[in-house]
DNA sequence: CAAAGACTTTTACATGCGTCAACGATAAGG
DNA sequence: CCTTATCGTTGACGCATGTAAAAGTCTTTG
């Protein structure tokens, strides 16, 4: 870089010759500037090398264009996906987003939680940690700013609002079909500390109760690290293959990477789980990982309309930005999964 | 919160009967006030509702505390996984971590190192886009801050830290391996965009001219968005098996991503990878992607040593955060690949 | 040609906190 | 009891920008 660094608007403002609330006020909003003076800020900026000081306009705006969201886990597609989406309609609607990973740790989450009230950013959305999270960080948040829970909430949290899966739907869908077509599914479960887990294990056993069935689940104890997906299901299931049991039904697995895991014990203990060997294993999961299509089988699986969700949490935080202070009431927007129909079951 | 909520330091100061600037020297380490003060300002805090202004702290300390982060993408699990590695070590070392990601594009990759800029973070870590992206970019950083690129790089690029797999060596490792124990590996590629994905390409030519076999690169062109690794590698083999090439042949991917389309692709044809078929097809990838494990069969890889890269750059961040500007010559950390002998090859 | 109107620009103050130099208090030494 | 050294405290200023109100400027109208 040859041209010449300037660090404040006043040098700026002295080397060409405009006053500096004319350029604060240029780099907010040219149109809110002279024709003339546009031109003359503009031939300056060629000459030199100049960025506004990101906290030195933040502290001072009203409004800081920042989104805060948090999310629990890095290491899972899923959350990636759901990430990319929210900074997309972020962008597209002119707002920075900040993200911050609790890596499952409540206490993270809670100093992430406490960045974003002392950033100011103007609302935050968060896929919450589980059982383990300090709900009080939520309230707080939803206390002081415009706020948004998204994927999984806790039971107990009134007044939030809320964008996720319809899990009864979407976990009834994929229990309706997998009776429909072959036995009645057991269901392979995590321990319950995670939300969505706990409403799918529900959602299951309502909807086996629904249909006559008896509803069995299996896997609620950690055998592993609680974020090794794949790891459980490979664990819970081998130790069932293992004592013979469930050799030839079919398992409804709380989410797909419990499924990858689970597909891997079927096949160490011999079984090609598949749809078209009837009356034989059968696996299916929940999510539509995006590598889904690729194992062996293909899984067959619910669709969580990620792209949705975060389109529409940003929306929702959109909407509170102009609503202001005008309480309104809480606001649940639950999106429907499809089904997606693969060789796994 | 029924706390009373208190905006300034000024206010805190009025509030518990201490000077605002002991309260600045307080917050900021609390060593450095005495200890009857400490012991007010604590009682004090438990009454009321107060974080320090985070821009207004930012803005005027010499250091910020923040280490810039631009990755290329965000759904792909070596990515995450390096961004966890990196975040820890920041954390240990007391240094907040601003992620962006560049969502393959060079505009929104130039954007985040401005961002970076205009908020003075002490230094940043990039791993680069590849073909397409802006050089100046990097040179730009690299001249302004603390700066270490890191996963892959420009090969023209002078004077700029790195940190990342050594290539030639992990490559050479498993092309070393896949010629040993049976037929020389063809080399599944990508579009040459890639900075990694053209090194191991050399890589596995090299080590095959070495061993006196015969390169075959194929999958150079693209026939899906550059990202969606899967689909190419599964595109590629599927589009080769039609023809009837390479069915009993060792393909050795780019990286494991490819590879699991590659795995596919070889199964919706019929074939089953691995390495107890003797003769047989055969397929390995590159960078023990955190699903390899769990594939049909396993992905026989060689794994990038992850956290050691990650640690190693904010490492050599810090060494030049103290280093200040005493030019010192170019660092590049090479780091060594592992061999994972699975069941794929 | 003067006055009114519609914009622009500038003046002056505000933001929340870091930092240094001067100040004050406290304890050790005589 | 007084002096001196030491350490913590505070007043005053600085940081890079936002912003409301006052002061231009230029065009339009009577």
Same mark, same amino acid.
């Given at each position: 870089?040859? !041209? ?18 004319? =350029? ?7 149109? !809110? ?13 060629? @000459? ?16 800081? #264009?920042?989104? #805060? ?9 899923? $959350? ?5 989406? &929210? ?33 100011? %950013? ?8 589980? *059982?383990?999270?300090?709900? /009080? ?23 939030? *609002?809320?964008?996720?899966? *319809? ?17 009645? +599914?057991? $269901? =392979? ?19 086996? *109760?629904?249909?006559? $069935? ?10 592993? +690290?609680?974020?090794? $997906? ?9 130790? =069932?293959?293992? !004592?013979? @049991? ?13 499924? &990858? ?16 060997? /009837? ?22 699986? %619910? ?43």
């Amino acid at each position: 870089m040859s !041209k010449p660094e300037i660090h404040t608007m006043e040098e700026l403002s002295a080397a060409i010759g405009v006053s500096r609330p004319t =350029l604060s006020r240029y780099f907010q909003d040219p149109t !809110k500037v002279s024709r003339s003076s546009v031109e003359r800020i503009q031939r300056g900026l060629e @000459q030199v090398d100049y960025t506004p000081n990101f906290f030195a306009t933040r502290m001072n705006r009203k409004t800081t #264009g920042m989104i #805060g969201v948090i999310i629990p886990y890095l290491n899972d597609l899923f $959350f990636t996906r759901l990430l990319e989406s &929210i900074e997309k309609a972020a962008m597209t609607a002119g707002y920075t987003v900040i993200t911050q990973c609790s890596h499952s740790d409540p206490e993270i989450e809670k100093r992430a939680a406490e960045t974003f009230l002392s950033m100011n %950013v103007d609302g935050a959305i968060v896929a919450p940690l589980g *059982d383990e999270s300090d709900l /009080k960080v939520y309230e707080r948040l939803n206390a002081r700013l415009p706020f948004v829970m998204m994927d999984s909430r806790p039971g107990t949290l009134a007044n939030v *609002d809320f964008v996720g899966t *319809d899990h009864p739907q979407s976990t009834g869908l994929i229990t309706e079909y997998l009776c429909r077509v072959g036995p009645p +599914p057991i $269901f =392979l479960a995590m321990p319950r500390v995670n939300f969505n887990a706990m409403e799918r294990e529900r959602a299951y056993i309502a909807k086996m *109760d629904e249909l006559g $069935f008896d509803p069995v689940v299996v896997g609620t104890e950690a055998v592993q +690290p609680l974020w090794h $997906f794949e790891a459980h299901g490979l664990a819970v299931l081998s130790d =069932l293959f293992a !004592k013979g @049991q469930f050799l030839t039904s079919s398992v409804l697995c709380v989410n797909d990477r419990v499924a &990858i895991g689970a597909l891997r014990a079927a096949t160490d203990h011999g079984l090609e789980p598949g749809a078209l060997r /009837k009356g034989g294993l059968r696996i299916a999961g929940h999510d539509d990982y995006p590598l889904c299509p690729y194992t062996t089988p293909t899984l067959t699986t %619910v669709a969580q309309n990620v792209a949705l969700i975060g389109q529409t949490a940003v929306d929702r935080l959109l909407e509170k930005f102009r609503a202001e202070n005008k309480s309104e009431n809480q606001v649940v927007h639950l999106i429907d999964g499809t089904l997606k129909i693969r060789q796994s079951a």
